[in-house]
């Protein structure tokens, strides 16, 4: 079975200038999450998905901040205008329905904004 | 406060020496994941337990639900365990969110 794929798996960037990564979770699984994790940091989560709608985007900062699942496969996550502190891993997982099911993660974009 | 916590948040040890990390949660939750993270960034999913305990080779995961405590052990540990160990639970009232520790980054020396 294919992981999770993100691209590109690094990134530097300026600040204020916009940034996008890419996420195509496992085949079949509904469930797509956005995490950001800063060094020394757990991951926080940004966005989560199911199919193609938004289950909770509260962590999201929305002035900034956007992402997409349009045919509930594949996801976008855009940062514009991008500032120091987005300095991250952003790391995406994906899942089947079920509280109970586990997560697969993929390698993260590494995002530096001077 | 954090709804995970973890300790220690860094841990250096010798190798062949039993490792313990643990994991303190707040909230009611349906699962307790133990993750490995490892330099280059991607994250593994070592153990998912709601109960009772789980073994995985020279990995142990336990969890006391009553006490809203998990541990993660490390028998004859390795250099290659060294790593960045996460503790993430999946609370009840959560539509399947995660909720992450700040992870525990564990050395092991030769």
């Known amino acids: 079975e294919a992981g999770v794929a993100q691209s590109p798996r690094y990134k530097i960037i300026e600040k204020r200038q916009s940034v996008a990564f890419w996420c195509n979770p496992i085949s079949g699984h509904a469930t797509l999450y956005w995490y950001q994790q800063i060094l020394g940091q757990g991951p926080k989560l940004l966005i989560q998905f199911q199919n193609n709608g938004v289950v909770d985007d509260s962590q999201l900062p929305k002035d900034r901040f956007s992402a997409e699942r349009l045919k509930g496969v594949d996801s976008t996550l855009k940062i514009q205008p991008a500032k120091l502190e987005d300095s991250a891993v952003y790391l995406c997982?994906?899942?089947?329905?079920?509280?109970?099911?586990?997560?697969?993660f993929g390698n993260g974009t590494r995002l530096t904004v001077t | 406060k954090n709804e995970v916590e973890q300790s220690p948040q860094n841990l250096t040890a010798q190798e062949g020496e039993f490792i313990t990390i643990n994991c303190s949660y707040s909230v009611g939750i349906s699962a307790l994941h133990w993750l490995q993270q490892h330099p280059g960034g991607g994250i593994v999913s070592l153990f998912m337990?709601?109960?009772g305990k789980k073994k995985h080779g020279r990995l142990i995961a336990t969890i006391n639900i009553q006490e809203k405590h998990s541990s993660l052990h490390i028998t004859a540990s390795h250099p290659r365990d060294s790593a960045v160990y996460i503790c993430?639970?999946?609370?009840?009232?959560?539509?399947?969110?995660?909720?992450f520790g700040q992870g525990t980054r564990l050395t092991i020396n030769p």
């Open positions: 997982a994906s899942g089947l329905t079920g509280n109970n099911s586990p997560l697969h």
């Open positions: 337990l709601s109960s």
């Open positions: 993430a639970v999946r609370p009840i009232q959560g539509a399947q969110k995660l909720v």
